[in-house]
Nanobody, 123 residues
Framework: QVQLVESGGGLVQAGGSLRLSCAASGRTFSSDAMGWFRQAPGKEREFVAAISWSGGSRSYADSVKGRFTISRDNAKNTVYLQMNSLKPEDTAVYYC????????????????WGQGTQVTVSS
């Protein structure tokens, strides 16, 4: 059974940083593309970032380019999202997703999803 467990969320002031982690189990992690999505209250879930199985391809939403960095450690079955220069509009529940294909992750159609971790940015 595939399991994705996010951690690292919390409360931070605007301009601060957080690093989210997503630990995967139950599947060949190193073969999967991984991604991060977020959902703010009253809004639809939106794409944040994604990374290919090798780490050689990365994709970001325009709203986070230059501030967020996605990375992965296949030896630890973990994907990370380093978030810098956080803004109040980054407040949301952040979800990790995995799928065999990067384009499927980016499109929001990943087969596997975590339960989410709350990120709150105060002004």
């Amino acid at each position: 059974q595939v399991q994705l467990v996010e951690s690292g969320g919390g409360l931070v002031q605007a301009g601060g940083s957080l690093r989210l982690s997503c630990a995967a189990s139950g599947r060949t992690f190193s073969s999967d593309a991984m991604g991060w999505f977020r959902q703010a209250p009253g809004k639809e879930r939106e794409f944040v970032a994604a990374i290919s199985w090798s780490g050689g391809s990365r994709s970001y939403a325009d709203s986070v380019k230059g501030r967020f960095t996605i990375s992965r450690d296949n030896a630890k079955n973990t994907v990370y999202l380093q978030m810098n220069s956080l803004k109040p509009e980054d407040t949301a529940v952040y979800y990790c997703a995995s799928d065999g294909r990067l384009r499927t992750v980016v499109a929001g159609g990943a087969d596997y999803w975590g339960q989410g971790t709350q990120v709150t940015v105060s002004s």
